[in-house]
């Protein structure tokens, strides 16, 4: 499973989304890298919201739930 996720290019799946879409990436990241994941998603999925979580590192899920809850949140009640 990780050998097809890391040799698998998704580009071509990300230009089709045609869904509401929020973006999280944290800029402290060191293994996947803002430059070739959050961002490069961003800017292949039409209209999709970009989020920038400061000093966040890869599992920013745990370290930094209470904002990426919030992130979340208000990204469903915009839509």
Same mark, same amino acid.
């Given at each position: 499973?990780?050998?097809?996720? =890391?040799?698998?290019?998704?580009?071509?799946?990300?230009?089709?989304?045609?869904? +509401?879409?929020?973006?999280?990436?944290?800029? @402290?990241?060191? %293994?996947? +890298? %803002?430059?070739?994941?959050?961002?490069?998603?961003?800017?292949? %999925?039409?209209?999709?919201?970009?989020?920038?979580?400061? =000093? @966040? +590192?890869? =599992?920013?899920?745990?370290?930094? @739930?209470?904002?990426?809850?919030r992130l979340m949140l208000?990204?469903?009640?915009? =839509?």
């Amino acid at each position: 499973c990780i050998t097809a996720f =890391g040799t698998t290019d998704f580009r071509g799946d990300l230009a089709k989304f045609d869904v +509401p879409t929020l973006v999280v990436h944290g800029d @402290a990241d060191r %293994i996947v +890298p %803002i430059e070739t994941s959050g961002k490069l998603a961003h800017q292949l %999925i039409k209209g999709s919201r970009y989020e920038v979580l400061k =000093g @966040a +590192p890869h =599992g920013f899920a745990a370290t930094h @739930a209470e904002q990426l809850n919030r992130l979340m949140l208000d990204f469903l009640k915009s =839509g």
